[in-house]
């Protein structure tokens, strides 16, 4: 969500900061700012609305500079997208923060700051943060003082970064509930919510833990642990492919993500998928342990996350035989839990940092889940730190707002699970290595389901005028149905919904008409003939069909009918494939209408905030 940026060093920052701001727009956000203490050691700020090149443009005509300095990208959550709600926030012109997360006690502390005198002169509840801590600072304390007094009365999420004009030589951080990393240089330091910001200047990072306190001078970095300990915490080194955020021929970021996604597959089952067999050290040293215990599976995750997290409980029935629940994170964390013995709790998040699942995680712990996993495309987060085994999705990093090769990375490592845990309840070799064979042919797959480009390209026009769409499927294409959905409404703004087909006469067949295009996905498989009759529905009531079909599946092509022939693929693998021309349909959609694909409106990459 929110992007956090800062440095103390002897050289200039602001190209620094804006470097990291610019690396940290794909999470989304609406306006972006920065702050530095210059040679006179004064608070300086730049902020703007809309986009990091548009900060860049207003600096080069107000320039600043300094060897010090924060900067911020914002997603609006109290306050609407303006200037004076954008951070850095200040106070009495000597202190100055950014802050991602939410403080939810910031009314009653707003309340009692405007009694000590303070004007608050933006809606935001960061804002609070920067007169605490001048209030602080008034009392007499250090800046250093003043962020630990100031953090113990706040509740709810933060990462601050702070600066004063009292202690112009250091940068004081804190992180609890939302990701925060430091950065170590040569006679300089950083913070950063996302390592990729601090690419260009360094490649060693420490991972901040819950609670977590920060003192950043050029030549030395101190840690304090929720117990006001001085800790120290190991840094590791974290390389990143110089290729990661680069659009390269491709007109978007989602677009090239679509067509990555035969190189993320093969990245994704390379050293896990054997000849015939999964290879189960690839879930850790415990695993075999803990599979060995295993009776029953709860996936929790968010949006495009829940929708493979769906596709699997059909997988680890079917394969384990074993109950598997799919909860999502949002709800799981607010409800009474009951828990069934050796049920194995599974989180699904790209950044491993989704705030709602991060606390879902952190509530399997205490309620009797007997161990957990997690799958996840960031090996630094926090759910992989937290989780007593890990699978990393191997996607690389997804800028696009939309999840494309991180969804179809899920749903791979997802089949391994369901293989694993399969192999301990009755799945017979054969039927593995039958399996893992498929997979191995599902990269040649992809490229030829990414062949069906130029057709859907097409096919896209007759969206231009649509105000509305329905996709259809039943058994593990519902939620591929329902994940089509989700990506076409998210990047070209237009409604639509996702339903199993065998529902459609318990309410939406009412919507459809002849401005209603009905989208299904057909592949050859058990259900096909139940698709067939509830899609004559459709066309009895003069719905405008798309089916995405194997050549296999005897839909033909008439008025009012259009068929994309898919790739043959074997129906337990079909989710993976047909979901690709989906994502095509969207992209192009979305290209014609104008919409911004990368960073579409009011939705944020990294969620850390519920």
Known sequence: MCGIVGAVGRRSVPPILLEGLRRLEYRGYDSAGIAVLDERNSLERRRQVGKVQELVDRIEGEPIDGHIGIAHTRW?????????????????????????????????????????????????????VAHLIDAELNKGEDLLDAVRNTIKQLDGAYALGVISTDDP????????????????????????????????VTDRF?????????????ESISIWNMDDQ??????????IGHDNIDKGNYRHHMQKEIFEQPKVLRDTLEGRLGRTQILEQAFGVDAPSIFDRVEAVTIVACGTSFYAASVARYWIEELAGIPCQVEIASEFRYRKI?????????????????????????????VGYFATL?????????????????????????????????FTAQLADLMMLSLLLGRRHGLSREDESAIVADLHKLDDI??????????????????????????????????????????????????AEGYPAGELKH????????????????????????????????????????????????????????????????????????????????????????TDVDQPRNLAKSVTVE
């Open 76 to 128: 609006a959550t109290h306050g609407q997208p303006a200037e004076v709600n954008a951070h850095p926030h200040a106070s009495k012109g000597r202190v100055s923060i950014v802050h991602n997360g939410i403080i939810e006690n910031f009314e009653a502390l707003r309340e009692e700051l405007i009694g000590l005198g303070y004007e608050f002169e933006s809606a935001t509840d960061s804002e609070t």
């Open 230 to 239: 001085s800790v120290i915490r190991s840094d590791v080194r974290v390389e």
């Open 507 to 594: 309410g939406p067949l009412a919507l459809v008409d002849d401005d209603m295009p009905v989208i299904a996905v057909a592949p050859n498989d058990a259900l096909l003939e139940k698709l067939h009759s509830n899609l004559q529905e459709v066309r009895a009531r003069g719905g405008e069909l798309i089916v995405f079909a194997s050549e296999e599946s005897r839909f033909k092509e008439e008025p009012g009918v259009t068929v994309v022939h898919v790739p043959e693929v074997s129906p337990l693998l079909a989710p993976l494939v047909y979901v690709v021309p989906l994502q095509l349909l969207a992209y192009h959609v979305a290209v014609l209408k104008g």
């Open 206 to 218: 420490i991972f901040l833990e819950e609670g977590d306190l920060v003192e950043l001078r050029r």
């Open 338 to 366: 009951a828990v069934t013995d050796n049920n194995l709790f599974v989180t699904i998040t790209q950044s491993g940092e989704t705030a709602d699942t991060l606390a879902a995680l952190r509530i399997a712990k205490d």
């Open 169 to 200: 030589d250091r940068i004081i951080a804190a992180r609890a509930g939302s990701p925060l990393v430091v950065g170590k240089g040569i006679g300089e330091n950083f913070i950063a919510s996302d390592v990729l910001a601090l690419k260009p």
């Open 374 to 406: 997690t799958i996840c495309n960031v090996p630094t987060s926090s759910t992989v730190r937290e989780s007593d085994l890990a699978l990393m999705i191997q996607a690389g990093t997804e800028v696009g707002v939309a999840s494309t090769k991180a």
């Open 446 to 495: 992809f490229e030829q389901a990414l062949g069906l480009d130029m057709q859907i390209m097409l096919m896209s026009e007759r969206f231009m005028d649509k105000d509305h769409a329905l996709f259809l499927g039943r058994g593990t294409m519902f939620p591929v149905a329902m994940e089509g959905a989700l990506k076409l409404k998210e990047i070209s703004y237009i409604h």
